[in-house]
């Protein structure tokens, strides 16, 4: 009973990538006879480089032995052979292909036939992108009957393995309302080295984004043409979120937003592939202020006692229309000061709308100075206050000193 439940043999393959074959030479002095030896033996072996008879790495491939190591996001392939080593016809055969995942069972290959004869097989290649961690079981079964009574045998056969993770992925957020900062770090987890092919980030629906990975001076990444991540290494790739004004009031009061996802794409040592993506990723987007204030134009540098104009935009993001009032703040001490009337009306104001305000400021103190507050007040609600302190800075050079400077450039000119 035993030899019949082996009538129909089950092969089984993975189909994976060789590696070269080393060897190990063994080197003597050149004028010894045991040298000599050592020479002639070492080019006789298969492993061994035409004329590099004492290189470790040969120009020979040898095939794996086992189903070997196994990353998330790669592609599990594997050769089954379904043969039937008896001299008997086997009928209403069913042959199956499952794949057990911590979570799921996949159906990789099913197929009934009505009969096989002696010495007939089936062959079949499976393939499977590995889509999660932890321990997978490749079973192959194969259901049929024998003889004239119709005795029902099962053969089986089943293979264990477990997935590993390839990349470590970190991300952290940071950024305003308007614009958030995604940091992704990406470190190699494999045993050897990686080639990164794709590294992308894939905006959800609404936003846009600007890699912070290139050199706007040349259009290049970085970190340069090579992709080559070593075991271990650390990557960090930056990217810029906007978040538009009409994406921000439909978000709930702290409830995370979801900006995106990355796609990674990278290869090992002989060109096997591998992909991962990564869960939606959310963060916290603080709500939308109702009166929004940002600057438009203001210059980097100001000589000292120097008046020059700051052109603003106000944008009303609430339901209502505002009639504002600007209110100017002379901080005592400040740096930079208003120059002009406090308490100026504004046009009218619409919901959803913006409007542009041209301020005028006089540097009074040397150094990077920050522009003195200011206030909108609404005079159809109550007089509500919309207090903005952080507008801006100006780096404010004093005179005597920029005098200077122009007198030692001219002299050395001279």
Do not use: Y
């Given at each position: 009973m035993a030899a019949e439940k082996q009538l129909l043999g089950i092969k089984v393959m993975r189909i994976t990538k060789p590696s070269l074959m080393t060897s190990v030479p063994v080197m003597g002095e050149p004028w010894d006879m045991l040298g000599k030896l050592l020479e002639e033996e070492s080019s006789k072996d298969v492993c061994s480089t035409r004329n590099l008879p004492f290189f470790s790495v040969g120009e020979t491939l040898t095939l794996p032995q086992n189903f070997g190591t196994i990353f998330l996001g790669e592609t599990f392939s594997s050769f089954v052979s379904f043969l039937n080593e008896s001299q008997e016809i086997l009928r209403d055969v069913v042959m199956k292909v499952d794949l057990l995942t911590p979570a799921n069972r996949v159906s990789l290959f099913d197929k009934n036939i009505p009969h096989m004869d002696p010495e007939a097989y089936e062959d079949k290649l499976v393939n499977y992108e590995v889509k999660e961690l932890g321990d997978h079981s490749l079973n192959c079964t194969a259901a049929y009957t024998v003889g004239a009574n119709g005795l029902e045998l099962v053969s089986r056969k089943i293979f264990k393995f477990c997935v590993s993770k390839p990349l470590d992925v970190k991300t952290r957020f940071a950024g305003d309302r308007g614009n958030v900062l995604l940091e992704v770090q990406i470190q190699n987890a494999m045993p050897h080295s990686m080639h990164l092919d794709v590294v992308n980030f894939d905006p959800a629906a609404g936003l846009s984004y600007i890699n912070c990975n290139t050199m706007s001076s040349c259009d290049r990444p970085v970190f340069g043409d090579d992709g080559t991540l070593a075991p271990k290494a650390i990557r960090q790739y930056v990217y810029s979120i906007s978040v538009p004004a009409s994406v921000q009031a439909s978000i709930p009061l702290g409830k995370p937003k979801t900006v995106g996802k990355m796609d990674i794409v990278w290869r090992t040592k002989l060109g096997e592939r591998g992909r991962i993506q990564t869960g939606q990723l959310k963060t916290t987007i603080p709500p939308l202020l109702e009166l929004v204030l940002t600057?438009?134009?203001?210059?980097?540098?100001?000589?000292?006692?120097?008046?020059?104009?700051?052109?603003?935009?106000?944008?009303?993001?609430?339901?209502?229309?505002?009639?504002?009032?600007?209110?100017?703040?002379?901080?005592?001490?400040?740096?930079?000061?208003?120059?002009?009337?406090?308490?100026?009306?504004?046009?009218?104001?619409?919901?959803k709308q913006s409007t542009q305000i041209t301020l005028m400021a006089l540097s009074v103190l040397p150094g990077l100075q920050s522009l003195a507050p200011l206030c909108l007040v609404d005079m159809q609600d109550n007089q509500r206050r919309y207090n903005f302190s952080d507008i801006g800075q100006v780096f404010v050079e004093h005179v005597q000193a920029a005098s200077v400077n122009r007198t030692h450039e001219q002299s050395a000119l001279s």
């Open positions: 600057v438009l134009k203001c210059p980097g540098t100001v000589h000292m006692e120097q008046t020059f104009s700051v052109i603003c935009l106000a944008t009303n993001n609430s339901g209502h229309s505002m009639r504002l009032k600007m209110v100017l703040d002379r901080v005592a001490g400040g740096g930079v000061v208003w120059s002009g009337v406090s308490g100026k009306i504004l046009n009218e104001l619409a919901s």
